[in-house]
């Protein structure tokens, strides 16, 4: 609590401020606060857009709860939050891959294609967590790094060019504008943490991100909050706008 407080205290302060804190605080309050507002919209919208709507806020609301939890170790230990990084991640970006497939369920969208997304997302994260909490050194971070992106890679593509497109195609309207907005979250919000990664991490990479170097966690709150939030925003104005 002393800590947390000098750090509202400090953050006015060049010297002292503890930046990278303040920046779990605000994204713990925004997670809230996005939550608060997608759960009490859920029952003004059509039938068949709440269960996305409910996901919505549970991305954000399990944010919120592990948000807690990293500013207080950050707070503690002035360390990344590793691990409760990753159960964040394991939890929520396997739902943004349900979202993907909520909306493209009136186009007649398969499970089988929403398990192949959760698989690939899966296997990126792991990778991830290998190459920052298991293999740190050599070329560890950069191997697992390597392998996390090709399964980016094949989520990108298939949101772009795969079955989900194809079937945002065929439904048209307000479900093809959605689909392909949450496309570009994926393309260029989700590319911040590679960023990230490489920021806070050591390999080939070290180095040319500059003036980037150490602000892994900076980059990640930021990208947390542009894409839970921003995706959850995504799905509630396919629901406004298609009654
Ligand atoms: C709400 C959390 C989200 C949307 C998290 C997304 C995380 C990624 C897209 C992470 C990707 C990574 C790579 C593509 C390579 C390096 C390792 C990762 C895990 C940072």
């Not at 409910?54 to 503690?76: D, K, N, P, Q």
């Amino acid at each position: 609590m002393e800590k947390f407080l000098s750090l509202i205290v400090t953050a006015g302060s060049v010297d002292t401020a503890d930046y990278v804190g303040f920046t779990f605080f605000v994204g713990c309050m925004a997670m809230m606060a996005a939550s608060a507002f997608f759960f009490l919209s859920m029952n003004s919208h059509d039938n068949k857009w709440r269960t996305s709507i409910l996901v919505s806020g549970l991305i954000t609301f399990i944010a919120a709860v592990h948000y807690w939890y990293m500013r207080e170790y950050w707070l503690e230990n002035q360390t990344s939050p590793t691990f409760f990084r990753y159960v964040d991640w394991i939890l929520t970006v396997p739902l943004m891959c349900v979202e993907f497939y909520l909306i493209l369920k009136p186009a007649g969208a398969s499970t089988k294609m929403m398990w192949r997304l959760i698989l690939l997302s899966t296997i990126m994260l792991v990778g991830g967590y290998l190459g920052e909490a298991v293999y740190t050194t050599g070329v560890g971070p950069a191997a697992w790094g390597l392998v996390s992106g090709i399964a980016y890679f094949v989520i990108v593509y298939d949101i772009w060019m795969g079955e989900a497109k194809k079937l945002a195609t065929s439904a048209g309207g307000a479900t093809l504008s959605a689909h392909n907005m949450l496309a570009k979250f994926v393309l260029i919000g989700w590319a911040i943490y590679p960023v990230g990664y490489m920021a806070g991490t050591e390999g080939w990479y070290s180095g040319i991100f500059g003036g980037l170097e150490g602000s892994m966690d900076v980059l990640y709150n930021i990208g947390d909050a542009i894409n839970k939030i921003g995706f959850g925003l995504v799905v509630y104005n396919l629901a406004v706008q298609s009654k």
